[in-house]
Every structure is written in C-alpha cells, then in structure tokens.
C-alpha cells in the first residue's frame, strides 16, 4: 500500500525574552500537534530577534531557551526537525531574490510597518524588511501549513504574494504581471497555508489585551510557582462582589481558564460564576491549579534540559543539518529560475 507523502509543517519563533501563554496556546501547542502527522520543520527565529534584540548573551540564552521549551513542550527531535534559523544561511539569499519582486506597495500595507510609522518610530530597514525574510523562512522548505497566532496572518499572507510574484517573475507563469493564483507545479515556490486556532487565535493578557511581551501583560510558561502565582493575582477583573452573580464570557479569568479546562469544568466553573457568591479570587485559584498541574511537569523538563546546554546546541546543530538538506535544493532551483549560475564551489 502506498502512503502518500506528509504534508510539512512549519513555524519559527523569536528568542526574545521568556515564552508566555499566547505564544505556548497560539503556536507552540498546535505546533507540536501537528507534528503527529506531519514532516514538523520548527526553527528559532534569532536572525528576526535581531531586528530588535541588542545583547548577544540574551540572544544566546534566549535561543537555547526557545529551543528547551519547544522540547520540554512535547516535540520530539528523533521525528521533528528543530533548528536555528541563521544555521541554514541560504534563508538570507532567498530573502534577497524574494525583496527584488517585492513591491513597495505590499511593504507598506504591513501593520508592523504601518504601526511604527503611525506612532512616529524610525523602522529599521531589517524592521521593515522582516516580512520578507519571514517569507523567505517558509517558501525555502517547499511548507504546507504553517501554525501561528492570528497576528502572523497578514505575514503569511504576503508569503503568498511573494510566491506567486517570483513564480511569474521567473517561472513562465501567467504573465501581466498580475499576483494570479499560480498553480504548484513542483518546480515554482510552494504557497503555504496559515493554520490559526480558532480558541486560541489571541490569547488576552492579565490586562485584557493581547498577550504580548511588548505589553508587558504576559505569563511566562516556565515561571517558577511562586511567580505563575503573582502572574495570575495580577490578572484584571471588574469589581463586582462576593454574592453578585458573575458574567464568566466577559470575565478575563475565565477565559484564560478555558485555555487550560475540558468542556465538564468550563461549565462547572461558569455555573459558579453566574450562581454568586463566587469571587474572582476563587476563580484565579481554579486557574492557577489548573495551569501548574499543566505546565509543572514541562518545566522540570525545561529546567533539565537548560542545564545542558551542549545537548540543546547538537540537537540544534542536527536539526539544522536536517533542515539544510531541504534547503538546498530549494534554493538551487531558485537559482536556476532566476539565472543565477549553480554555485562555483
Ligand atoms: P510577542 O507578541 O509576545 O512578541 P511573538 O511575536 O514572538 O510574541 O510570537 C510568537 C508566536 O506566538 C506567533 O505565532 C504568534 O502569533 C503567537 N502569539 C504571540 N502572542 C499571542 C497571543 N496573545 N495569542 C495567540 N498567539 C500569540
Ligand atoms: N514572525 C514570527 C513572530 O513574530 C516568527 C517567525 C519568523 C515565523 N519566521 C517565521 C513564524 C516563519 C512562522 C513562519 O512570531
């Protein structure tokens, strides 16, 4: 019997700091998901961490760390391919080709560039070329589908329209110039899907926001109980009583505790909320039980692997390994499409 070939997933993350709840719920969990039944092809993002990121020890730190809590999250490196993104340099050249048929008008329709310029920012060039370097991670390894939180979607997106702008620049494909769908023919770029959680697509944070480290309203995956405690205490509620009954859809608690319970306790606990004299400070202790039995054991396995960092570097250095293999033919295709010669050594 024959098995038809795996679809590829794959998805990158930046070392910038501490992993919290949006980026575990949003990318990191239904990552490892669907590695069951993908090829899972998952990268640290530090060459993107540099557009921000000005100290190599964290840079260091903070790549093992990804790495560590990719790991200690579930995925496994024997089955899954693991790496860091600036191990396989052909990323850089394919960002290259992939700006020169990159139109201005599609740079400046993207909402990190358009933010920036809204607030006043002076963007960096690595800033505002990001989205092309993004492209460049996805169409390099022929992906499927990529899983990321909601606001990846207008990236992947432009992934796609750089796709089919090579493809017709290069591959004969209609021509006009227009971002025509082109189809895969296995020899032009790949276009991937985008794979959001519906239930998880934005985690809010303890203020009712995004999730986001800029925000500074995060929890850390692998805080230490004492801090996952003070985490939670912190989240902002409304300042209803004791004995009033409570609104568990608008309540901020309840929807970061959703992220953690089965459908028989969600409606337990929403029950209580809407029967009264039930306090938020309760509700925070259901969720807080309910994410230390969940991330606990995870981060005994992030603080064991952390405390060997060699292993984590040769497990990264086999994965990039891995992920090369799949690069270069990617690439020397490119390469050919374009003109460019094979390479001289
Ligand atoms: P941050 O916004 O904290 O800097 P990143 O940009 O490093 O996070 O995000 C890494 C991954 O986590 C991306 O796929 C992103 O979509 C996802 N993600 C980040 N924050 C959230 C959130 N609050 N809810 C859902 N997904 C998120
Ligand atoms: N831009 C993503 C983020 O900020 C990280 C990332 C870089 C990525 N390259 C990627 C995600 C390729 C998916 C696919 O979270």
């Known amino acids: 019997m024959s098995h038809a070939p795996r679809l590829r997933s794959l998805s990158g993350i930046k070392p910038t700091g501490q992993p919290h709840w949006g980026n575990y719920f949003g990318m990191i969990q239904p990552a490892i998901a669907l590695a069951d039944d993908h090829d899972a092809f998952y990268f640290v993002a530090d060459l993107h961490a540099l557009t921000t990121v000005r100290d190599r020890e964290a840079l260091q730190r903070d790549t093992l760390g990804i790495a560590a809590t990719m790991l200690a999250a579930g995925l496994d490196p024997a089955t899954s391919t693991l790496w860091r993104q600036s191990d396989v340099p052909e990323v850089l050249e394919l960002a290259w080709i992939l700006g020169c048929v990159t139109s201005m008008g599609l740079m400046e329709r993207a909402h990190g560039y358009k933010d920036a310029k809204a607030k006043g920012k002076d963007l960096g060039f690595g800033a505002f070329g990001y989205p092309v370097l993004m492209a460049a991670d996805i169409l390099l390894y022929d992906s499927d589908v990529v899983p990321v939180g909601k606001d ?5 997106e432009m992934a796609r329209d750089m796709a089919t702008w090579f493809n017709v620049a290069f591959m004969g494909a209609p021509a006009g110039g227009t971002v025509a769908d082109v189809k895969w023919d296995g020899r032009m770029l790949k276009k991937p899907d985008a794979l959001v959680q519906a239930k998880t697509a934005i985690v809010p944070g303890v203020d009712g926001q995004k999730m986001s480290k800029s925000y500074d309203n995060y929890i850390a995956i692998f805080a230490s109980e004492k801090e996952l405690k003070k985490g939670v205490m912190a989240i902002k509620t409304d300042c209803k009583g004791l004995e009033e009954p409570k609104d568990p ?13 089965a459908p028989a306790q969600q409606a337990e606990l929403a029950a209580k909320y809407r029967a009264g004299g039930f306090g938020y400070g309760h509700a925070k202790l259901e969720l807080l039980a309910l994410a230390e039995a969940h991330f606990g054991p995870k981060r005994a396995r992030y603080d064991a692997l952390m405390a060997r960092p060699d292993d984590l570097r040769d497990i990264l250095k086999l994965g990039a390994q891995k992920a090369r293999a799949v690069a270069q033919p990617v690439m020397e295709r490119v390469r050919d499409a374009t003109g460019l010669p094979p390479r001289a050594w």
């Not at 990846?152 to 992947?156: A, F, S």
């Not at 859809?249 to 319970?261: E, P, S, Y």
Request: charged fraction near 10%.
């Open 152 to 156: 990846q979607v207008q990236h992947l």
């Open 249 to 261: 859809d608008t309540c901020n608690v309840f929807q970061l505790f959703k992220l953690f319970a």
